[in-house]
T-cell receptor, first 113, second 115 residues
Framework: AQSVAQPEDQVNVAEGNPLTVKCTYS??????LFWYVQYPNRGLQFLLK??????LVKGSYGFEAEFNKSQTSFHLKKPSALVSDSALYFC???????????FGTGTSLTVIP | EAQVTQNPRYLITVTGKKLTVTCSQN?????MSWYRQDPGLGLRQIYY???????DKGDVPEGYKVSRKEKRNFPLILESPSPNQTSLYFC??????????????FGPGTRLTVL
């Protein structure tokens, strides 16, 4: 069965420190992997994606993610967190054989000043 | 401005009263989709459409209907709403080719309460 797991409901990090938001997936075929961010009372915004190519993907607002095929992971990272990065982050995967998307349960990131 | 619009943004209704939530996009995207967001469950896909007259079930299609008669519109229909359909609903669209392939653009959400 296709699925996405975000093992941490909440991540707290001090401003200026590096941050990591974890994601693992299970999907048939070659995965399309995505990260989205949701600010309060807003829709989701696309951050970055991996389809093929370099395992390290760079996206919006200084975020990057590393695709690890052997560990079936796609962790979101940023070298230096900002207070404005505080939001809800969702990992998503597209089923390689269909056009259906699966989202994780979300990780709430709080950056402490 | 490129956008996905949803109407209404907020709706309170009663069990069994048919309702439609409209979704429209102005980016000429082929792919459109509906999701529901519930606490602790994240987003779950209800239905999606690859193009006009092509729709397919997502993970949680029961109790919902959709249609795609025009490329820009993808309404979500609840023919007999029940309280377990109380949720926050998002419409999204994306291209299916090019640099932004599969990058979904989300609407602002519709908060539905079924009493």
């Amino acid at each position: 069965a296709q699925s996405v797991a975000q093992p941490e409901d909440q991540v707290n990090v001090a401003e200026g420190n590096p941050l990591t938001v974890k994601c693992t997936y299970s999907v048939s075929g070659n995965p399309y992997l995505f990260w989205y961010v949701q600010y309060p009372n807003r829709g989701l915004q696309f951050l970055l994606k991996y389809i093929t190519g370099d395992n390290l993907v760079k996206g919006s607002y200084g975020f990057e993610a590393e695709f690890n095929k052997s560990q079936t992971s796609f962790h979101l990272k940023k070298p230096s967190a900002l207070v404005s990065d505080s939001a809800l982050y969702f990992c998503a995967v597209r089923d390689g054989s269909r056009n259906q998307f699966y989202f994780g349960t979300g990780t709430s990131l709080t950056v402490i000043p | 401005e490129a956008q996905v619009t949803q109407n209404p943004r907020y709706l309170i209704t009663v069990t069994g009263k048919k309702l439609t939530v409209t979704c429209s996009q102005n980016m000429n995207h082929e792919y459109m989709s509906w999701y529901r967001q519930d606490p602790g469950l994240g987003l779950r896909q209800i239905y999606y459409s690859m193009n006009v007259e092509v729709t397919d079930k997502g993970d949680v299609p029961e109790g919902y209907k959709v249609s795609r008669k025009e490329k820009r519109n993808f309404p979500l229909i609840l023919e007999s709403p029940s309280p377990n359909q109380t949720s926050l609903y998002f419409c999204a669209s994306s291209p299916t080719s090019g640099r932004s392939n599969r990058e979904q653009f989300f609407g602002p959400g519709t908060r539905l309460t079924v009493l």
